[in-house]
């Protein structure tokens, strides 16, 4: 998904929110030829950081959005591996399908991004299901 992304940087940085561990495996499984910065940093640093990527793993949808709305003035991709209805909150969000991983895209929170995001991704993602 992030090499769909017209980044204004050449290294791109990717910031995983609250959850150091998941930082230090993203780190630890980065290919060798990347051109991304990987950090840990806390929601409180969110609003100070130059991230252009934000990975959420521990908040809600709730939670993601709030930050969003308040603490991002800035080009910023979002993307969650907990928010499965992708209704709110995050841009991209990651779930697991049998032995696979898919997304669901938030076209709401894409527009907020102000990332420019190649369309043909969204030919890729999950349709959201209407719900009755």
Not at 48 to 56: A, N, P, R, T
Not at 124 to 131: C, D, I, S, Y
């Amino acid at each position: 998904m992030l090499s769909y992304a017209k980044w204004n940087t050449p290294t791109p940085e990717i910031c995983v929110i609250n959850n150091p561990t998941l930082s230090q495996q993203f780190r630890n499984n980065e290919p060798e030829h990347t051109n991304y910065k990987i950090s840990a940093i806390q929601t409180t640093d969110i609003k100070h950081s130059l991230c252009q990527v934000l990975i959420f793993s521990t908040l809600s949808p709730k939670e993601e959005q709030h930050l969003l709305n308040t603490a991002v003035n800035f080009p910023a991709l979002s993307m969650s591996i907990n928010n499965t209805d992708c209704e709110i909150g995050s841009t991209f969000c990651l779930y697991k399908r049998n032995k696979n991983i898919a997304f669901k895209v938030n076209l709401d929170s894409l527009t907020q991004s102000k990332v420019h995001i190649d369309p043909r991704v969204l030919l890729l993602a999950k349709p959201t299901e209407p719900k009755e």
